[in-house]
């Protein structure tokens, strides 16, 4: 089993930045890749960004390339997502989740086999 839990949420400014953490715990060493997704009010699940086992490979949603960074320190258990711009459309709990499986399809939900509570990312105009 795999615990995920992510930090680092909260106000900032339009144009501003922020760094959100996610910390994985129990059988991190079934974790191969790891990603990002995205909740706005009245709006479904969004995939944000993903990450593979050794950090070689990424991939962004179009929303968010250029001003968002997945990274992860396995030594650290820990996966991170800057962003940077902010826009009053990136306000959203954002969710970690971690995936035991090669491949598959990141952008639907169920690829996914753990999931974070969520934090709370509020951008202001």
């Known amino acids: 089993q795999v615990q995920l839990v992510e930090s680092g949420g909260g106000l900032v400014q339009a144009g501003g930045s922020l760094r959100v953490s996610c910390l994985a715990s129990?059988?991190?060493?079934?974790?191969?890749?790891m990603g990002w997704f995205r909740q706005a009010p009245g709006k479904e699940r969004e995939f944000v960004a993903v990450i593979s086992k050794t950090g070689i490979n990424t991939y962004y949603a179009d929303s968010v390339k250029g001003r968002f960074t997945i990274s992860r320190d396995n030594a650290k258990n820990t996966m991170y997502l800057q962003m940077n711009t902010l826009k009053p459309e990136d306000t959203a709990v954002y969710y970690c989740?971690?995936?035991?499986?090669?491949?598959?399809?990141?952008?639907?939900?169920?690829?996914?086999?753990?999931w974070g509570q969520g934090t709370q990312v509020t951008v202001s105009s």
């Open positions: 989740a971690a995936s035991s499986r090669y491949g598959g399809d990141y952008f639907d939900i169920k690829h996914w086999g753990y």
């Open positions: 129990g059988r991190t060493y079934s974790i191969y890749a």
